[in-house]
C-alpha cells in the first residue's frame, strides 16, 4: 500500500455531523495528518466561498493547500489565487437544461466562482436557502443570451424532494449523455460537464502535485462522491453512507456522528 499523501474529504455527512459540526476528533487527525505533510482537500459541489469558513477552522489556508468545489468542475488554491483544473458547463448544454426544467416548472440557476444566476423571476425557497449556504449572490438575468457571457461551471435545480425525484427519473437522453446528473442533497439536482467529477478532479490535482494516484485516499457517503471513491488509491465510504456507496468502498468506517473521518485518516495515514 503506497504512503498516503492526499486525503479528498466530502463536507455534508461526512466531514461535518448532523450538527453541522466538525468534532474535536476530526479536527486533530486533520491537523495530525497536515503536520505529516499530507494534503488534505476539502472536496464539495459547494463553491468557495461556502467552503471558505471550513477552510479556516481546520487551517486550510494559503497558496500550498487546495480545494476542489462544484463536484469537481473546479480546482483552486485554498486561498483562491490559482486555478489547477476548471471544466466549466458548456452554454449549450445549459440551454437544454433550462428548457427542460421550464418545461418541468422547476427552478434552474447556474453559478460561476462566485455567483450564481437565473432567469427565473420567482426565486424558488430551497434556491434562496442554498445560496445562503454556501455564501452565493444571485443575480436575476433578463434572458438566456445575457448568460454567455458568464464563465459557469454548473447548473442547479431546487425544488422539493419528491419534484426532484420525478424530474431526475425524466431527465432525457439528450441531456444526460453530454452532462453529469448528480443528486447531491435531496433538494438539489445538479448538472456538470461530462469530464468534471470528484474523481477526475481529484487525480488532476495528483497528478499537477507529482502524487501517484495509488497515493490518494477518498471519503465520503453521496452519490456525488461515487467517482472519488472508485478512483482514489484508497475509498473510503462513512458508517452513515448511502448502501450503494459502501458497496463499491474499499473501507468502511464509522458515520459522520462518530468521527468517522478522524477513524479512517488514524487507520491509514497516521498508522505509523
Known sequence: MSEIKIVSIDIDGTLINDRHEITPE????????MAQGVKIVITTGRPLPGVQKILSELNITGSDQYVITYN????????????????????????????????????????????????????????SFENSLVNLPLFVLDSEA?????????????????????VQAAVPKTISEHVNVIRSTA????FID?????????????DELGVSHDATMAIGDQANDYSMIEQAGIGVAMGN????????????????????????IEKFVLKS
Not at 476530526?26 to 495528518?33: E, S
Not at 454567455?148 to 420525478?166: H, P, R
Not at 433538494?187 to 445538479?190: F, H, I, R
Not at 477526475?200 to 495528483?206: K, R, S
Request: with cysteine; aromatic share 6%.
Open 194 to 206: 461530462r469530464q468534471a467529477s470528484k474523481g477526475n478532479a481529484l487525480l488532476a490535482l495528483a
Open 26 to 33: 476530526v479536527k486533530r487527525a486533520v491537523q495530525a495528518a
Open 187 to 190: 433538494n438539489n439536482l445538479e
Open 146 to 166: 445575457e448568460l454567455e457571457k458568464i464563465a459557469f461551471i454548473k447548473a442547479i435545480a431546487n425544488a422539493e424532494s419528491d419534484e426532484l425525484d420525478a
Open 241 to 264: 453512507a448511502i448502501p450503494s456507496l459502501k458497496a463499491i468502498a474499499d473501507y468502511e468506517t464509522a458515520s459522520n456522528n462518530d468521527s468517522g473521518v478522524a477513524r479512517a
Open 72 to 127: 469537481g468542475g473546479l480546482v483552486q488554491t485554498a486561498d483562491g489565487q490559482k486555478t489547477l483544473f476548471r471544466q466549466p458547463l458548456a452554454v449549450s448544454e445549459f440551454q437544454k437544461i433550462n428548457a427542460f426544467m421550464t418545461a418541468q416548472q422547476i427552478y434552474v440557476q447556474v453559478e460561476s466562482h462566485d455567483a450564481a444566476y437565473t432567469t427565473n423571476h420567482c426565486i424558488h425557497p430551497w434556491a
